[in-house]
């Protein structure tokens, strides 16, 4: 079965401090691991992809970077409108079934 | 382009009552996955429907079925509701069978008393 770790828990940062988020896998074929941000009481909105290791994104402030075995996810410079939960999955052999880590509650200070 | 869309936003039901959930997926996208979220946890896969068939399944008993029309919206509907049923509901849509971009819709709070 596919799982997924993040840490850590909860992060509170100041504006400007900059900081990253892990996620650890271990799934059977990776397929594509998927990072996501979700405000409360709200749908997760996609934000990343990435399919083999070494592969980087970047979106604003944050960037996305993925090896064989975690994925971490860098915010730089952060600002207030950047808090949020930041959930990480994994696509796996199966082919059709994400599988979410428990996310990581981020929560910047003006 | 229309965005993933879902009904009702909020629903307090009764322990032992039925609901149906309803979700219209993204223009041009043909696969409705279904999600149950707790609090505080990430969400946790149902079941996935496309083309009007379901194409897989998580660990959720019969009682959770599901339906997919051929527009492509869908419905979630859950017998027999039971306390631990209470959580966000949150459909996702995507194109074809491996969702590489799964598109997921505000969700429904389900509060089951």
């Known amino acids: 079965e596919d799982q997924v770790t993040q840490s850590p828990e909860a992060l509170r940062l100041q504006e400007g401090e900059s900081s990253s988020l892990n996620c650890s896998y271990t799934?059977?074929?990776?397929?594509?691991l998927f990072w996501y941000r979700q405000d409360p009481g709200k749908g997760p909105e996609f934000l990343f992809t990435?399919?083999?290791a070494g592969e980087e994104k970047e979106k604003e402030r944050l960037k996305a970077t993925l090896t064989k075995k975690e994925s971490f996810l860098h915010i730089t410079a952060p600002k207030p409108e950047d808090s949020a939960t930041y959930l990480c999955?994994?696509?796996?052999?199966?082919?059709?079934?994400?599988?979410f880590g428990a996310g990581t509650t981020v929560t910047v200070r003006a | 382009e229309t965005g993933v869309t879902q009904s009702p936003t909020h629903l307090i039901k009764t322990r032992g009552q039925q609901v149906t959930l309803r979700c219209s997926s993204q223009?041009?996208?043909?696969?409705v996955s279904w999600y149950q979220q707790a609090l505080g946890q990430g969400p946790q896969f149902i079941f996935q429907?496309?083309?009007?068939?379901?194409?897989g399944r998580g660990n959720f008993p019969p009682r959770f079925s599901g339906l997919q029309f051929p527009n492509y919206s869908s419905e979630l509907n859950v017998n027999a509701l039971e306390l631990d049923d209470s959580a966000l509901y949150l459909c996702?849509?995507?194109?074809?069978?491996?969702?590489?971009?799964?598109?997921f819709g505000p969700g429904t709070r389900l509060t089951v008393t």
């Open positions: 996702a849509s995507s194109f074809g069978t491996r969702p590489h971009e799964q598109y």
């Open positions: 799934v059977s074929g990776l397929r594509g």
């Open positions: 990435l399919y083999s």
């Open positions: 999955a994994v696509l796996g052999s199966n082919d059709y079934k994400l599988s």
């Open positions: 223009s041009g996208h043909n696969t």
């Open positions: 429907y496309y083309r009007e068939e379901e194409n």
